[in-house]
């Protein structure tokens, strides 16, 4: 996600603004920027790259001022580069912007109208121009802010400052984060809370809706009504190395909580509720008229990103009905593939620069497939390398284990499969607005599950001492039977493996002896009462069951030792749901034995080599 930092006072305001960048740093980010208005006007230096291009450009031309923004920017819409990279400008308007802004397309087309001109690729660009527009128009800055705020849809973090206007800079927020505070004589608002400790341990944590400005000498707050109001600062107790991860224990936790909120950004300006349908402009090419102009999918990905790619299969073909296979990309370009002019490659990749995931993509196109990549990194080598990429807005994800990714890779791939449907016209309306109205619902029900972590919590401790967990389900719940072993053995170093429940009979029940925990992913669909045999077969040889089910679910949990609970969903989104259980239990597991979460021994967290 975007750092950003605002900052009114007495002090030259480039170094604060470049300390609070390096402190929002752990955010993740491709390019950087900042403005400072100074004796001689604004000055705006950017970079594409890391803060230290950014310290070599200001180490050779100082600026010199007390009012300034900066920004780290996480590519969301538009490469990383410096002509994206923020602070943006129109005319006196200078912006800075974390979030996505869904109607940024239609703002642009109007303010193209009304004659200004576009120099980047960003949603963010619309922002400026728009409140440039309202000042042209006669409104005060301030007034400009309040208006933008309603024309916005979307998520934003907005610092805004005026050329014309010494000591001041306005603020908005909705959808993301923004915190505010400062000394005696000086103010500052930020990202996050590590970027305003070395000013105050007493900051406003602002809440949707909020803007306002901040001077040397105070903060003034509205509401989301216009009206003035007050917020009590709280005081932060953590060091800066706690607050970077929001005051959880380790990166991996944080962004395993953080997945309710991050579903929000993979779905932003991708649903037309009112239409009940999905928008992936960037798919367009792959239909001529209503006919697709591809005969199959050719899923490629490493790891967790492979267990991704194991249930978009399900997703696509039962949807969609479009033959898809998938292939760990290692294996994939050995193996002489059938492809073709006629194939969909889909690379799925976090990181965007896996070698294997790559290297298989590139052979691909050079066998005259298309490809359209999912990937979380914009501007990534597997990005570039694609005809179009579906990016999952996840934010950048520390902890090697992957969690927040792969949730938003299923909700990626769902969407895809959906998109298709509709196009293809097999969805009618009615489907699809059913569909719609529980992807909706999706971050409510995802925090549901979050709130038995405590629950989770004691049975992994109960089995942390064990050789061996098995891993069991079907459908499109075995591949999260697979992440949930690979989970486990990654960040615990524990023994796992994951077993479509249906194989257990072919070999496998010959590991279950007196004890051994088996996790029965089983959720209440087709596949359920399958899976309940299956519990009943290793519950006959003495093995300690922990099921994740359907809330409510009594025969499952008369024939479980533990539960945990998902809540009721079609099962399109249940393998969303039921991958938190595995994280939150490898997790837990983990930390009780005190490995290195975020940092697991022999792992990378981009494995940039075959
Ligand atoms: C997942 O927890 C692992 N860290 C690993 O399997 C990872 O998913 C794999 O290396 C693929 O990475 P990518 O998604 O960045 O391509």
């Not at 691909?364 to 990429?389: F, L, T």
């Amino acid at each position: 996600m975007c750092g950003i930092i605002g900052y009114v006072g007495k002090s030259e305001a480039t170094p604060i603004l470049m300390d609070g960048l390096k402190r929002l740093e752990y955010r993740g980010y491709d390019s950087a920027g900042i403005a400072v208005a100074g004796p001689e006007g604004v000055t705006i230096e950017r970079v594409e790259g890391k803060l230290a291009g950014l310290e070599r450009l200001l180490a050779e031309k100082p600026v010199h001022g007390t009012t300034g923004i900066g920004h780290t920017r996480w590519a969301t819409h538009g490469r990383p580069t410096e002509t994206n990279a923020h602070p943006h400008r129109s005319g006196d308007i200078i912006i800075v912007h974390n979030g996505i802004i869904e109607n940024y397309i239609e703002l642009k087309k109007f303010l193209v109208g009304e004659g200004f001109e576009f120099t980047s690729e960003t949603d963010t660009e619309v922002i400026c121009h728009l409140i440039a527009y309202h000042c042209r128009k006669g409104d005060t800055t301030f007034r400009a802010l309040a208006r933008v705020r309603e024309e916005l849809h979307g998520s934003y973090a907005l610092v805004v400052m005026n050329a014309r206007e010494q000591g001041v800079l306005y603020f908005a927020k909705r959808g993301s984060p923004l915190v505010a505070g400062g000394g005696e004589k000086e103010n500052l608002v930020a990202s996050d809370i590590p970027a305003l400790l070395p000013y105050t341990r007493d900051m406003i944590f602002l809440e949707d809706g909020d803007y306002g400005l901040i001077r040397e000498n105070g903060i003034e707050l509205y509401g989301a009504d216009g009206k003035r109001i007050e917020r009590k600062p709280q005081r932060i107790p953590w060091n800066a190395l706690m607050a970077e991860r929001g005051g959880y224990k380790h990166f991996m936790q944080k962004e395993i909580f953080e997945q309710p909120t991050v579903m929000l950004d993979v779905l932003a300006g991708r649903i037309q509720k009112d239409r009940g349908a999905i928008t992936l402009e960037e798919l367009d090419f792959l239909f001529d008229g209503s006919k697709l102009v591809f005969d199959r999918v050719s899923i490629i990905a490493c790891g967790t990103s492979y267990h991704a790619g194991l249930v978009g299969k399900y997703l696509i073909e039962s949807l969609a009905r479009v033959p898809a296979s998938v292939d760990l990309a290692s294996e994939f370009r050995y193996r002489e593939p059938l492809i073709d002019d006629r194939t969909l490659i889909i690379p799925i990749s976090q990181s965007g620069e896996t070698a294997d995931t790559l290297a298989a993509q590139v052979m691909a196109r050079e066998h005259g497939a298309k490809v359209v990549a999912i990937c979380n990194v914009v501007g990534s080598s597997i990005s570039r390398a694609a005809n179009a990429s579906i990016y999952t807005h996840a934010g950048p994800e520390i902890g090697v284990a992957s969690t927040k990714a792969f949730t938003a890779q299923l909700a990626a791939l769902y969407l895809l499969a959906l998109y298709l449907a509709e196009k293809k016209g097999m969805a009618d309306r009615k489907t699809m607005a059913a569909r719609i109205d529980e992807l909706l619902t999706l971050p409510r029900l995802m925090k549901n599950v979050l709130n038995c972590a405590d629950h989770i919590r004691e049975i992994a401790e109960e089995i942390s001492d064990a050789t061996h967990v098995l891993f069991i389900g079907r459908g499109a719940n075995y591949p999260v039977a697979l992440e949930g072993a690979l989970k486990l053995k990654e960040i615990s170093y524990m023994h796992a493996e994951g077993f479509a429940a249906g194989e257990l009979k072919h070999g496998p029940i010959a590991l279950i002896d007196h004890g051994v925990p088996v996790v029965a992913v089983a959720p209440r669909d087709a596949m359920r009462q399958k899976v309940l045999s299956n519990i009943e077969e290793v519950r006959a040889r003495g093995a300690a069951v922990i099921s994740v089910m359907t809330e409510g679910d009594a025969e499952l949990a008369e024939r479980s030792k533990y539960t945990i609970e998902i809540p009721e969903a079609s099962w399109c989104i249940t393998p969303i749901l039921t991958a938190l259980p595995m994280q939150l239990l490898a997790y837990y597991v983990a930390d009780h034995k005190g490995t290195d979460v975020d940092q697991p021994r022999n792992l990378a967290k981009s494995v940039t080599v075959e």
